[in-house]
């Protein structure tokens, strides 16, 4: 039985994450953490603890008192708010993603390690569209260099300690349970909740900016595929491309409008314009879909419809 620890359990994707692994492998299976209180569900449905991932303490003791086996290690501080703190961002990112690896080669019970990396591991010299997954890589951000890092010093622990260490390239994650964490994509979120509550937005990137992005159960699907997929399957222990799909404001307007027509959407570009400048438009994932399922199911109409739907229930629950 898998006994399966998640860090960063109440943020955008942790939320949702423990809830999904629960589901498959039993609510007190899976011990959820974070620096903050989770949502209710997280915390009512099993295990929930404050637990700081700097810590390496009581990480450790944490990890051997509820034998845990598997570690999905989510906590870091995003694009955006690196940029405001780049220093601190780098010890957070680097450093807790060394405390796990460290942790999963001194303790035998842990088989399997999850460390999130992103599209941000790209840079300017990168080609744009249809990134492949081997390619130029000159990342400019605080962010995109602590996210490359870590997928060498991933393969680094696979290849000299046989850490099992999976890990995704996430492109913009859309949802609607908790805010988005400060990232550059998180406009493709804040929109709908706008859309909603006042019929208006004004978005911090140009209406011509395309980005991949995926809808979080199509995120969390893929997840669990690529930890669940037989060792021999996987040959990339640093980090592998998922395209999910791509558009740009504009069309994500357009597509809010076929449900609100008199939705109005303004352009006012700041300080996270040259990074979304800095990252591919589309992601060619063929090297992930021939090892495991990255699959997306939600294309712009059924994300949009799903988004609206659901942030207008929890408008209605307040
Ligand atoms: P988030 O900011 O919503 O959640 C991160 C969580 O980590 C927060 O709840 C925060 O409280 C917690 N945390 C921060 N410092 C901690 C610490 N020292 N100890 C324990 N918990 C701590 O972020 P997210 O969007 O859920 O992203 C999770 C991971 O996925 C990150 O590594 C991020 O870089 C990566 N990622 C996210 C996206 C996206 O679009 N959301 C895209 C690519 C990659
Ligand atoms: N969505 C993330 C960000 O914008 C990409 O890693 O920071």
Request: hydrophobic letters at 40%; charged letters at 25%; one cysteine or more.
């Amino acid at each position: 039985m898998e006994k399966i620890l998640v860090i960063g359990a109440a943020g955008q994707i942790g939320s949702e994450l423990v809830m999904a692994l629960r589901k498959i492998h039993g609510n007190d299976n899976v011990f959820a953490t974070d620096l903050k209180q989770a949502p209710d569900d997280v915390i009512n449905s099993g295990p929930f603890q404050i637990l700081d991932v700097m810590d390496d303490k009581r990480l450790i003791h944490f990890v051997i008192r509820n034998k845990i086996t598997q570690i999905y290690h989510l906590a870091a501080v995003l694009s955006g708010n690196a940029e405001k703190l780049p220093i601190q961002a780098w010890e957070i990112n680097m450093q807790s993603l060394m405390n796990i690896l460290d942790l999963a080669r001194e303790v035998d019970e842990i088989k399997k390690v999850f460390w999130p990396s992103s599209i941000a591991v790209f840079g300017p010299t990168t080609p744009r569209v249809n990134t492949p997954q081997l390619t130029v890589m000159e990342p400019n951000t605080v962010y995109g260099i602590s996210k490359l890092a870590g997928e060498r010093w991933c393969e680094y622990y696979n290849k000299r300690y046989g850490v099992d260490v999976r890990s995704i390239r996430y492109p913009g994650l859309i949802s609607y349970k908790t805010e988005a964490g400060g990232g550059t994509t998180d406009y493709a979120v804040d929109i709908f909740y706008e859309a909603i509550k006042t019929g208006k937005y004004e978005c911090f990137l140009k209406e011509d900016t395309a980005l991949p992005m995926m809808f979080m159960d199509d995120a969390i699907n893929a997840t669990i595929n690529l930890m669940e997929a037989p060792a021999d399957k996987i040959s990339t222990h640093s980090s592998y491309n998922v395209g999910g799909i791509s558009f740009d404001p504009k069309q994500l307007a357009n597509e809010i409008k076929k449900h609100i027509p008199e939705f109005e959407i303004t352009y006012k570009p700041d300080f996270r314009q040259p990074i979304a400048d800095s990252w591919p438009q589309s992601i060619d994932d063929s090297f992930s879909q021939t090892e495991w399922d990255c699959s997306a199911k939600f294309d712009i109409k059924k994300l949009t419809e799903t988004m609206l739907n659901g942030v207008k229930a929890k408008f209605e629950e307040k």
